[in-house]
């Protein structure tokens, strides 16, 4: 059993996926960044040192997932690893973006439920507990015998369209499998919810059907957990635009932007796409005048205090 931790020695500690916004959870908390020497052998593997004292602390690792998965994975299992054996008090595995989150059931024969061997991974690592943002399915909390707080980036989204005030809004959802997520946006809104039938005939090609409720005339928002190759971003987008949309807007927390999806977001009748900095977005992303990067710092930062501070963190589940 673990001791009961104390204010002072908190300790924020982050890989090579992310620094810049472990950096400024740090600034909004009030404490240093960790120090960690996270590097590679000439073969590749991770090596790793942690470089200060960590005993009786309670650490929390920043590192979400992201490209290259495998790597950054990899790097945040070995950090779990070394604090472990350091005798820190607890250690929370802070992850901004869960990889491997879609493969999260058998939906055909002979295939792996990765998510499931992640917490496992996770928590044979010693991951005390987990903090993540924007699961693809909020179920993956029960793959893990271990606490999971699992946030959700709307408050900061929706502050940030309540701010543009665009007129005749109506939240979208892109698929049925997203109508929960986009109902709840649209309840925080207080505005109307249409629901887009998409049908899938491989993980590459989608195919839009239909269009469920009121959206001519009307500014639509697409509202969805990741956009990855931005396929279904842009069929949505032209869907609703051919039932008489007057302009298209698309928000996501994880701006995974993977292939060609920002020419495809260049070209697509999108006024403007809306991501978190859960993940660093790359140059071209960056250069994109359609995308909007809002940051999860204050939202990660306050939910890291309430759990070190042993208080409720249920405010922020919304």
């Given amino acids: 059993m673990k001791n009961q931790t104390t204010r002072h020695n908190l300790k924020i500690f982050t890989g090579n996926a992310h620094p810049e916004l472990a950096k400024e959870i740090c600034a909004e908390l009030g404490v240093p960044l960790g120090k960690a020497f996270v590097g590679r052998f000439p073969d590749g593997e991770v090596k790793l040192q942690v470089l200060e004292n960590v005993r009786g602390a309670d650490v929390f690792v920043i590192q979400p997932t992201c490209r290259p998965v495998n790597d950054n994975l990899v790097e945040l ?10 005798s820190a008090a607890r250690i ?32 044979s690592a010693g991951a005390d507990r987990v903090l993540a943002l924007e699961l693809h399915a909020g179920q993956i909390q029960g793959f893990f015998d271990i606490p999971v707080d699992h946030l959700y980036a709307t408050p900061v989204t929706v502050a940030y369209f309540r701010k543009l005030k665009l007129k005749n809004l109506v939240v979208v959802s892109p698929d049925t499998g997203g109508v929960e997520r986009a109902r709840g946006f649209a309840k925080r809104m207080q505005i109307p919810l249409a629901i887009i039938d998409k049908r899938r005939e491989d993980a590459h090609v989608v195919e839009v059907f239909n269009v469920i409720g009121e959206v001519e005339g009307k500014t639509c928002l697409l509202v969805d957990d990741m956009i990855d190759t931005g396929g279904t971003l842009v069929k949505g987008a032209q869907a609703l635009k051919e039932k008489g949309a007057a302009k298209v807007y698309a928000c996501c927390t994880h701006g995974v932007f993977a292939g060609n999806a920002i020419d495809k977001i260049c070209g697509a009748p999108l006024e403007q796409v809306v991501a ?17 990067v809002l940051s999860v710092a204050g939202l990660l930062a306050d939910a890291i205090r309430s759990i070190h501070d042993e208080t409720s963190v249920s405010k922020l589940f919304i």
Avoid: H, W
């Fill in 92 to 123: 929370t595995a802070v992850m901004p973006y869960f990889a491997y989150a879609r493969q999260d059931r058998k939906d055909r024969p002979r295939v792996p439920i990765s998510s499931k061997l992640v917490a496992d991974l996770l928590t």
């Fill in 276 to 292: 978190t900095n859960s993940i660093p977005l790359s140059p071209e992303a960056k250069q994109c005048g359609k995308i909007k």
């Fill in 77 to 86: 299992l070995v950090m779990l690893d070394a604090l472990s054996r350091a």
